[in-house]
């Protein structure tokens, strides 16, 4: 049973590495605002388009701009979720295992 462990944490580690490096894309204000983050929670990148940008109205856009990020942390927090239910046949593991 501690070889079983000691496999399942191996091939947790792996995919965290993995997951580390998938990304997750996700178009907000009609597609005006774009965001890429890792399924580790890493934004690599923001994309604003110039024509929604108003000095008058800061406000709205970094609403837009939070509303994004957060659905693409969502979606990658999701997909990470998804690959590690996978690895552990949906064993719902203690927190701190450091899984």
């Known amino acids: 049973m501690l070889k079983q ?3 399942m944490q191996a091939g947790l580690a792996a995919a965290q590495e993995k997951l580390a ?3 997750v894309s996700v178009e907000g204000a009609g ?7 890792t399924c ?14 108003d000095p008058s109205d800061a406000e709205f856009l970094q609403d837009l701009v939070m509303a994004t990020v957060n659905d693409a942390l ?11 239910k996978k690895l552990t046949g949906g064993m719902n593991l203690p927190a701190g295992l450091g899984l």
Do not use: F, N, R, W
């Open 40 to 53: 580790d929670g890493s934004i690599t990148e923001l994309v604003i388009d110039p024509s929604i940008i």
């Open 21 to 23: 490096e998938q990304t």
């Open 5 to 7: 462990a000691q496999q």
């Open 74 to 84: 969502i979606q990658g927090k999701d997909k990470s979720a998804s690959e590690i």
């Open 31 to 37: 597609g005006k605002i774009k965001v890429t983050a």
